[in-house]
């Protein structure tokens, strides 16, 4: 089973900063890699797909990068509506694996 | 609009068993994988089970092999999880997505409790 890890667990950040989450699997997944945003009470939100796709309706400031075991999820100038819990998921083998998410609150 | 609403939760006894209903509207039911994705409380996410377009292939995690059985009704876009020999580390909200490899649209996700 791959396993996937997510830094740092929580990011405490200024409205209008950026923030840089990250996302490491134990094994390659080349860029079979999905990010969600999940707020509370709410359901995950697709974010992003292979690796760096922006899924539709999602705004340009969310970008993902990164192949392999390496990966960025990169929100420019974070909006109050941004605050939420983000998970990264691999879908390179089976069983697909979350990472444990990374809380993004404000500073 | 993608719609996913999910129904048969509730409190459930160790051993006992529960079947979880997933009713589909806005997209082509029968041309979608369809998974289930749960999440204990307070926890992370855990993939659970999914089912190919036509129900003829499933995957399953190793947690709930040989105790979970999905299924799907392409007639009225409807999935489902019989949920068998129940166990308290089930206890999670079950959530019906779409796809098999990125889950695209989410339901609400219902709740099991597994307890006594």
């Known amino acids: 089973e791959i396993v996937m890890s997510q830094s740092p667990a929580i990011l405490s950040v200024s409205p209008g900063e950026r923030a840089t989450l990250s996302c490491r699997a134990s094994?390659?997944?080349?860029?079979?890699l999905a990010w969600y945003q999940q707020k509370p009470g709410q359901a995950p939100r697709l974010l992003i797909y292979s690796a760096s796709t922006r899924a539709t309706s999602i705004p340009a400031r969310f970008s993902g990068s990164g192949s392999g075991t390496d990966f960025t999820l990169t929100i420019t100038s974070l909006q109050s509506e941004d605050f939420a819990v983000y998970f990264c998921q691999q879908s390179q083998s089976w069983p697909f694996t979350f990472g444990g998410g990374t809380k993004v609150e404000a500073k | 609009e993608v719609l996913l609403v999910e129904s048969g939760g509730g409190l459930v006894r160790p051993g006992g068993s529960v079947r979880l209903s997933c009713r589909a509207s806005?997209?082509?039911?029968?041309?979608?994988?369809m998974t289930w994705i749960r999440q204990a409380p307070g926890k992370g996410l855990e993939w659970v089970a999914s089912i190919k377009e036509d129900g003829s292939e499933n995957f399953y995690v190793d947690a709930v092999e040989g105790r979970f059985t999905v299924s799907r009704d392409n007639a009225k876009n409807s999935l489902s999880l019989q949920m068998n020999s129940l166990r308290a580390e089930d206890t999670a909200v079950y959530f019906c997505?779409?796809?098999?490899?990125?889950?695209?649209?989410w339901g609400q996700g219902t709740l099991v409790a597994v307890a006594s």
């Open positions: 094994d390659s997944v080349t860029n079979n």
């Open positions: 997505v779409t796809g098999l490899a990125v889950a695209a649209f």
């Open positions: 806005g997209f082509t039911f029968s041309n979608h994988w």
